[in-house]
């Protein structure tokens, strides 16, 4: 038996990772469980997002917070642009998602080499002082650079939730996800809202990239290690639900960081793939799935 | 006949490449040829799968991985010759892609796509920790000093990996037109159709999906002795998964011409980008050319060539 106070630090740290991962995974939520588009790139994206606020504060000595200003209304202009080529090229032409994937692949690769010529491998990291403060409570710590990202991410689930559920465009979002044909009898345009969700789902990789930058050094290829965790989550949450997402999620980082103190670090990544290919095998609609 | 006819004219052409490499007498084109055809192999292995089925395998580097492993853990316990730990390292791969498939083939074509990615990072967690075959400090694999008939290693290398890509390409083009090809097309154009008028889906998805992996486990077996140390993240390196799926998407993913001319093409570019400009801005190209053929190109350089579409009847 371990001794209490690792046991419960191990668990308090995992559930801040996991609430991070829970931001991490509410854009591809949408992009994938709502609008049925596999962007396995999300997590590249969310890399880009660190880099763009990494960018920010080393150049102008913007907080990486106030940053996201910045990042997030940029990362909802990319997400149009994105979903605009992806529906001209894919979308519209029916029944070829095995090119779509390839897209996306395609766009995770070149943004992980643009960002290695751009930066190297070297991880880069912020600079910002709250980053190093560790708060106590009790014996159990609370490092800023985890609690933020927890919050954050929280905070952008929570206005997520609100966007869809109570604003007259989400509902139209969520309307579409159910009933393509039906939101056209109704006169609006299925297009257009799923552009926007796009652009939404992107905008808020953009923001889990500004917490990815507080919770950890960052390097080109990191992403790679998320793309197991964010399909294992939006799949294990049931497709499409935020509240189930963040369940899955905060399961997934308790875990994983149980798995990486008892077992070693270097088996934490076989985790999450592992939670992921178990759920396809056993329950592909997931923990809470009809 | 037809097959072996094809065979035999395959063979010959196979046999006069090999013969042309060895007469300009440097040692260099074997190495970038080996590279070349290991990817022939690969391209055409992923569209056995991809191009024939539909369904898109990202984990090439697990199977190429399994191949490459499943012959340092036998040659740790009793050295074989080469050809002998190629299928070993393709029974290996073949099962892993069998259970692979079976665990996620009756979900969306969607699911078995992440799968892949998934087992890429399984299989290189499992490797990491598995001290038998090095970890995750990798291992040397020492070439022979001398083998019979061929003068050096890397030819005899060259020749069984020229071997293999005869193989495959026989294998696609004896798929693509048979009744089993047939079913594979099904697939791809609609599933629910396919399944509705009879076609046995599930098996024929798993046959292609070990074979697909089968031969990927074949190339990979002799990588450790090409470049003689092997690590985890050398062997499950990204950029294997990239070039197989670029290549066939390239080339053409509907006849077994179009992998192979998107391997040649872009093979033989690569090695020469990568010489003369950097390995990153050769990486850069290629997920262009990707992304530039499938949004503009769906048919491939086959397609704009206006070769694809054409059956021969089976």
């Given at each position: 038996?371990?001794?209490?106070?690792?046991?419960?630090?191990?668990?308090?740290?995992?559930?801040?990772?996991?609430?991070?991962?829970?931001?991490?995974?509410?854009?591809?939520?949408?992009?994938?469980?709502?609008?049925?588009?596999?962007?396995?790139?999300?997590?590249?994206?969310?890399?880009?997002?660190?880099?763009?606020?990494?960018?920010?504060?080393?150049?102008?000595?913007?907080?990486?917070?106030?940053?996201?200003?910045?990042?997030?209304?940029?990362?909802?202009?990319?997400?149009?642009?994105?979903?605009?080529?992806?529906?001209?090229?894919?979308?519209?032409?029916?029944?070829?998602?095995?090119?779509?994937?390839?897209?996306?692949?395609?766009?995770?690769?070149?943004?992980?080499?643009?960002?290695?010529?751009?930066?190297?491998?070297?991880?880069?990291?912020?600079?910002?002082?709250?980053?190093?403060?560790?708060?106590?409570?009790?014996?159990?710590?609370?490092?800023?650079?985890?609690?933020?990202?927890?919050?954050?991410?929280?905070?952008?689930?929570?206005?997520?939730?609100?966007?869809?559920?109570?604003?007259?465009?989400?509902?139209?979002?969520?309307?579409?996800?159910?009933?393509?044909?039906?939101?056209?009898?109704?006169?609006?345009?299925?297009?257009?809202?799923?552009?926007?969700?796009?652009?939404?789902?992107?905008?808020?990789?953009?923001?889990?990239?500004?917490?990815?930058?507080?919770?950890?050094?960052?390097?080109?290829?990191?992403?790679?290690?998320?793309?197991?965790?964010?399909?294992?989550?939006?799949?294990?949450?049931?497709?499409?639900?935020?509240?189930?997402?963040?369940?899955?999620?905060?399961?997934?980082?308790?875990?994983?960081?149980?798995?990486?103190?008892?077992?070693?670090?270097?088996?934490?990544?076989?985790?999450?793939?592992?939670?992921?290919?178990?759920?396809?095998?056993?329950?592909?609609?997931?923990?809470?799935?009809? | 006949?037809?097959?072996?006819?094809?065979?035999?004219?395959?063979?010959?052409?196979?046999?006069?490449?090999?013969?042309?490499?060895?007469?300009?007498?440097?040692?260099?084109?074997?190495?970038?040829?080996?590279?070349?055809?290991?990817?022939?192999?690969?391209?055409?292995?992923?569209?056995?799968?991809?191009?024939?089925?539909?369904?898109?395998n990202f984990g090439v580097a697990a199977f190429l991985g399994i191949g490459a492993y499943t012959g340092i853990a036998l040659g740790k316990i009793a050295p074989l010759p080469l050809p002998a730990m190629m299928f070993a390292g393709g029974a290996v791969a073949g099962l892993v892609g069998l259970g692979a498939g079976y665990l996620t083939l009756r979900l969306r074509g969607i699911f078995f796509a992440i799968a892949t990615l998934a087992l890429a990072?399984?299989?290189q967690t499992l490797v990491t920790n598995w001290e038998f075959v090095g970890g995750s400090a990798g291992v040397y694999a020492i070439r022979p000093k001398h083998i019979a008939i061929f003068g050096s290693y890397i030819e005899y290398m060259v020749f069984l990996m020229l071997s293999l890509a005869v193989v495959v390409i026989a294998v696609s083009r004896a798929i693509e037109t048979s009744g089993m090809g047939l079913g594979f097309i099904a697939i791809?154009?609609?599933?629910?159709?396919?399944?509705?008028?009879?076609?046995?889906?599930?098996?024929?998805?798993?046959?292609?999906?070990?074979?697909?992996?089968?031969?990927?486990?074949?190339?990979?077996?002799?990588?450790?002795?090409?470049?003689?140390?092997?690590?985890?993240?050398?062997?499950?390196?990204?950029?294997?998964?990239?070039?197989?799926?670029?290549?066939?998407?390239?080339?053409?993913?509907?006849?077994?011409?179009?992998?192979?001319?998107?391997?040649?093409?872009?093979?033989?570019?690569?090695?020469?980008?990568?010489?003369?400009?950097?390995?990153?801005?050769?990486?850069?190209?290629?997920?262009?050319?990707?992304?530039?053929?499938?949004?503009?190109?769906?048919?491939?350089?086959?397609?704009?060539?206006?070769?694809?579409?054409?059956?021969?009847?089976?």
């Amino acid at each position: 038996m371990p001794p209490f106070d690792l046991l419960a630090n191990a668990i308090v740290a995992g559930l801040l990772l996991g609430g991070f991962y829970a931001g991490v995974a509410a854009g591809a939520t949408i992009s994938f469980g709502l609008l049925d588009i596999a962007n396995i790139a999300h997590p590249a994206f969310v890399v880009f997002g660190a880099y763009a606020a990494f960018v920010l504060s080393a150049q102008f000595q913007i907080d990486p917070l106030v940053s996201a200003l910045v990042v997030v209304p940029s990362f909802y202009v990319a997400g149009l642009l994105v979903y605009q080529i992806y529906h001209w090229a894919f979308e519209r032409r029916g029944d070829d998602p095995m090119r779509g994937l390839a897209f996306f692949f395609g766009l995770m690769f070149v943004g992980e080499v643009l960002l290695i010529l751009m930066f190297g491998v070297d991880y880069r990291y912020t600079s910002a002082n709250y980053a190093a403060t560790t708060l106590k409570l009790g014996k159990i710590a609370l490092p800023l650079r985890q609690l933020i990202p927890f919050l954050g991410a929280g905070a952008i689930l929570v206005a997520a939730q609100l966007f869809l559920r109570r604003t007259f465009l989400g509902r139209a979002i969520l309307g579409v996800a159910q009933d393509h044909t039906a939101i056209r009898l109704m006169g609006a345009n299925p297009v257009r809202l799923k552009r926007i969700a796009f652009g939404v789902s992107l905008a808020l990789a953009g923001a889990a990239g500004v917490l990815l930058l507080i919770l950890e050094p960052v390097e080109p290829s990191i992403g790679r290690d998320f793309i197991g965790r964010v399909f294992a989550i939006a799949v294990l949450g049931g497709m499409g639900s935020l509240p189930g997402t963040w369940i899955a999620a905060v399961l997934l980082g308790v875990i994983e960081n149980l798995t990486s103190i008892f077992a070693g670090a270097s088996w934490a990544p076989a985790v999450s793939f592992g939670f992921l290919l178990l759920t396809l095998a056993v329950r592909p609609s997931g923990l809470f799935g009809r | 006949m037809a097959f072996m006819r094809f065979f035999a004219i395959a063979v010959v052409v196979a046999a006069c490449l090999f013969a042309a490499m060895k007469s300009v007498g440097n040692d260099y084109v074997f190495y970038a040829g080996y590279t070349v055809l290991e990817y022939v192999v690969l391209a055409c292995a992923w569209n056995i799968l991809g191009g024939y089925v539909g369904y898109v395998n990202f984990g090439v580097a697990a199977f190429l991985g399994i191949g490459a492993y499943t012959g340092i853990a036998l040659g740790k316990i009793a050295p074989l010759p080469l050809p002998a730990m190629m299928f070993a390292g393709g029974a290996v791969a073949g099962l892993v892609g069998l259970g692979a498939g079976y665990l996620t083939l009756r979900l969306r074509g969607i699911f078995f796509a992440i799968a892949t990615l998934a087992l890429a990072v399984v299989v290189q967690t499992l490797v990491t920790n598995w001290e038998f075959v090095g970890g995750s400090a990798g291992v040397y694999a020492i070439r022979p000093k001398h083998i019979a008939i061929f003068g050096s290693y890397i030819e005899y290398m060259v020749f069984l990996m020229l071997s293999l890509a005869v193989v495959v390409i026989a294998v696609s083009r004896a798929i693509e037109t048979s009744g089993m090809g047939l079913g594979f097309i099904a697939i791809r154009d609609d599933e629910i159709a396919a399944e509705a008028t009879g076609v046995p889906t599930l098996r024929l998805k798993l046959i292609a999906t070990t074979l697909s992996g089968a031969f990927m486990g074949m190339a990979g077996a002799p990588l450790p002795y090409y470049i003689t140390f092997l690590e985890p993240s050398s062997a499950f390196n990204l950029s294997y998964a990239v070039n197989s799926i670029a290549m066939p998407l390239i080339g053409g993913t509907t006849a077994w011409f179009g992998p192979v001319l998107g391997a040649l093409l872009l093979g033989i570019s690569q090695q020469v980008v990568t010489v003369t400009i950097s390995s990153e801005v050769n990486l850069l190209i290629v997920g262009f050319l990707l992304i530039g053929f499938v949004v503009l190109a769906p048919q491939g350089l086959i397609g704009l060539l206006g070769l694809a579409g054409r059956r021969r009847a089976a």
